[in-house]
């Protein structure tokens, strides 16, 4: 799964679009900002 939520993965981020492990396992940005999870 992959959070959409702060401004980086909302502009479509190389990192947010290709789901980066970094975001996957709960960035401390993606854990602040999470609102919506998209599950494959």
Known sequence: C??????????????GDFGNVTEDFGNVTGRTDMQVWRCA
């Open 2 to 15: 992959v959070f959409r939520s702060n401004v980086t993965e909302r502009f479509g981020i190389v990192t």
